[in-house]
């Protein structure tokens, strides 16, 4: 399109225009030519541009060129496009004066993006060496957020882009910041990921002009020699649930910074000592919700801070998906096996000890001795999202239920699964509700007594046709109960490529990508880089150990709930589960 | 004087010229001043057998900002055309070319089916080329030199030429 356009502009115009009196219908449109003057016919429509001596006379006689009739005729049109014009303009102008006066009434300033203070144009001069302990999925998910990208992934995802020119991930990855880090350590009880994670940590392709020649990551075989480490200064923990709170614990007391996967515990009992040590410890930690660095959560926030929903009863939150690897039947890898997985050390801190399983190993999740399924892996995100934008802390009391009714492949967690969290000093019920046998989007519902507001990457308030709040306006129809009074756009334009139900979940929650400034940046990295600004510049994260004991018990007492088929409490005295 | 036209068929005529070139100017202004609005949803479900170079147009950030840039303004100027009446030719002749481009990016043929419903049904003929198709007959039986400001060109053209021969 736009070449055309060019070139017309180039020089078409006139010729085009000059051309116009060529139909043969035409030739009678000057005013003042004489009712005699034959037409200009068909055969003369070469030569329209010369005016014929028939035409001269006319022109010349015609009082020497432009009557007044023919500015009127030449005007006809104007009045109308200014009278539409002018309506158009005044319609606007009213719409713009009814949304400034709604605006005022919800006391929002303006309807822009979310505002972060952000640590940018700092310079990280200090390298950060990270270790990775876990580096499965996730695990290479983080370290290529911090820069380190398996040549294996490079190589994919630039294919990917001439398959499908809307994948942009490889683009966006490389525009991140360099973090200045070094990935100095890695912990993997499978030889092929430990050597993966090696392969990353040297790989010379990285984001934010990173040239420096790196030595690769050393191996431990066990976490206690990486957190000992001295060439290792925070340390990223992707492993399986039932790990977290003991390499938490050894790297905190040898002072090592910890970002942690979530959910934060496998169990109720390991939150306390892995609190306990991160806050004498004096180390940054920050949990593995990416979710925090949503634009619209930010945003979303805001709104219930102005008070705009009313008192909110029902938040309503879901989970949906519908293939394998939604349902955690992650590919078993070709060279896993005995001598390449050191499957006692893997089960060593699990409440059960079982013969070599490569199901287990690679599928963890669907064993409650590695993992909580739906609860600690989906609900601990939806929870958090929640918590993010609400601060609703520990619920009084948790109910749910579910069972395994698709996924019949010998696993012991359910895969639809719902909890119910009551909050009676909030006046609120949180609803959770999920399968992994559906991929029908449902997104996170807040629902007050003045309005609705559907939370995702984009967020929609809808007044309620009963509010009291806006019941004058209502009435006004300044606002209406079918269409949302307030929405937010995350001021990006382009294309996501998101492919399937689980990208489109992962997407629509924040934990792939959010925005800022209209660019798409990826949650993980920015996640990671508030976790070491706050290492090196003394600052706070944005999903603490606080937040992480509050997401931990939450995600436990749904569990509790569900493995003793009754009604559990919050005791916050003995700060226990009853 | 005398127009070819009779005075019913020039009032139609203009009629429909100011018509399509008020959908024009507004779909224009509208996107203007939306700061959101990109014409990257529109371009990423092309389907057809140019849908590729659509595709590739939205997903590529500076292209997509000069597409949307000449949409807009490409929108915002035929309208004017048509509706003033002035470069009425070249107007219709890009209005034609973009809705060409807006029926190709999305055609309504047997077998494709879009994301964003339309607001009617259709089959192979929907009302961009029903548009474009009125856009062609003002094309062919056009009216800015009689009811528009071509006609104010046209008449000092005349002149000049009259001045010309005089000289």
Redesign the interface.
């Known amino acids: 399109?736009?070449d055309?356009?060019r070139n017309?502009d180039d020089g078409?115009?006139d010729d085009?225009?000059n051309?116009?009196?060529d139909?043969?219908?035409?030739?009678?449109?000057?005013?003042?030519?004489?009712?005699s003057e034959p037409?200009a016919g068909p055969a003369g429509s070469d030569a329209a541009d010369?005016?014929t001596p028939a035409?001269?006379t006319a022109?010349?006689s015609g009082s020497?060129?432009?009557g007044r009739r023919?500015?009127v005729?030449?005007?006809?049109?104007?009045p109308?496009?200014g009278a539409?014009g002018y309506s158009?303009f005044r319609r606007?102008g009213l719409a713009a004066e009814e949304r400034r006066r709604l605006l005022e009434e919800l006391g929002i300033e303006d309807e822009g993006a979310a505002v972060f203070s952000e640590l940018e144009n700092r310079t990280y001069s200090d390298t950060i060496r990270v270790g990775i302990i876990g580096f499965g999925g996730e695990g290479e998910s983080l370290i290529r957020s911090l820069g380190f990208a398996h040549p294996d992934w490079i190589q994919a995802r630039r294919e990917a882009k001439i398959d499908d020119?809307?994948d942009?991930w490889f683009d966006e990855w490389l525009q991140q910041e360099n973090l200045n880090v070094e990935i100095t350590a890695v912990c993997d009880l499978f030889d092929v990921r430990a050597e993966r994670a090696i392969a990353a940590s040297t790989q010379p392709i990285r984001p934010g002009g990173d040239t420096r020649q790196l030595k690769p990551a050393k191996r431990y075989r066990h976490f206690e020699e990486l957190v000992a480490a001295p060439d290792v200064d925070a340390v990223v923990i992707a492993t399986p649930d039932h790990w977290h709170s003991r390499i938490t614990v050894a790297a905190a007391q040898m002072g090592k910074h910890v970002y942690c996967e979530k959910c934060m515990t496998r169990t109720e009992e390991e939150v306390w000592p892995m609190a306990e040590a991160v806050k004498s410890s004096g180390i940054v930690f920050q949990l593995g919700h990416q979710n925090r660095q949503m634009e619209s959560h930010e945003k979303a926030r805001q709104v219930v801070e102005k008070g705009i929903l009313g008192p909110i009863t029902l938040v309503e939150t879901t989970t949906n998906r519908n293939d394998k690897w939604g349902a955690w039947v992650w590919d078993i890898h070709e060279d896993g096996n005995p001598r390449t997985i050191d499957w006692e050390l893997f089960q060593e801190a699990a409440a059960h000890k079982v013969p070599f399983s490569l199901e287990r190993f690679f599928r963890w999740r669907c064993w409650y001795d590695y993992g909580t399924g739906l609860a600690g892996d989906l609900l601990s995100h939806e929870y958090d999202a929640i918590n993010q934008i609400l601060s609703l802390g520990i619920p009084h009391s948790a109910t749910s239920s579910g069972g395994i009714y698709f996924f019949k492949d010998g696993r012991d967690v359910p895969d639809v699964w719902q909890a119910v969290f009551e909050y009676p000093d909030r006046d609120l019920t949180l609803v959770y509700s999920a399968t992994l046998a559906n991929g029908r989007e449902r997104g996170i519902v807040m629902m007050g007594h003045d309005a609705s507001m559907d939370v995702g990457t984009r967020l929609k308030v809808t007044a309620d046709a009963s509010s009291t709040r806006y019941k004058e306006m209502l009435e006004e129809e300044m606002v209406k109960p079918d269409r949302p009074m307030l929405t937010y756009?995350s001021?990006f334009?382009?294309?996501d490529a998101v492919t399937t139900a689980t990208q489109e979940y992962f997407a629509s929650r924040g934990l792939l990508f959010t925005y800022r400034g209209g660019k798409r940046v990826s949650t993980y990295y920015l996640h990671l880089r508030e976790w070491l600004n706050a290492i090196r510049f003394d600052g706070e994260t944005s999903c603490n150990i606080d937040r992480g004991i509050e997401e931990a018990i939450t995600c436990h007492m749904a569990t509790k709930s569900y493995l003793e088929g009754r009604r559990v409490t919050w005791d916050p005295f003995q700060r226990k589960i009853v | 004087m005398k127009s070819e036209y009779s005075g019913a068929q020039l009032t139609a005529l203009v009629a429909l010229r100011f018509a399509i070139g008020w959908h024009f100017f507004y779909e224009g202004v509208s996107k203007a001043v939306n700061a959101y609005w990109t014409s990257a949803g529109f371009l990423e479900q092309s389907q057809g057998f140019l849908s590729e170079w659509f595709v590739d147009l939205a997903s590529n950030p500076s292209t997509l900002a000069v597409v949307d840039f000449l949409n807009v303004w490409g929108l915002v100027l035929v309208g004017l055309g048509l509706m003033l009446g002035g470069l009425t030719r070249t107007a219709a002749c890009f209005g034609i070319l973009m809705l060409i481009l807006y029926y190709l990016a999305t055609p309504p043929w047997p077998g494709f089916v879009y994301a964003i419903p339309a607001e009617g049904a259709y089959l192979i003929i929907n009302k961009t080329f029903i548009e474009l198709c009125a856009l062609l007959v003002t094309l062919f039986f056009p009216t800015g030199k009689i009811i528009g400001l071509d006609r104010l060109v046209r008449l000092a053209r005349a002149r000049g030429s009259v001045q010309e021969s005089y000289a």
Do not use: C, H, N, Y
């Open positions: 399109m736009s055309e356009i017309g078409t115009l085009a225009d051309a116009e009196g139909s043969p219908l035409e030739s009678g449109d000057l005013a003042d030519e004489p009712a037409a010369e005016p035409r001269r022109a010349s020497g060129g432009i023919d500015v005729k030449a005007l006809a049109t104007v109308v496009f539409l158009a606007k020119p809307r942009t756009e001021g334009k382009g294309v």
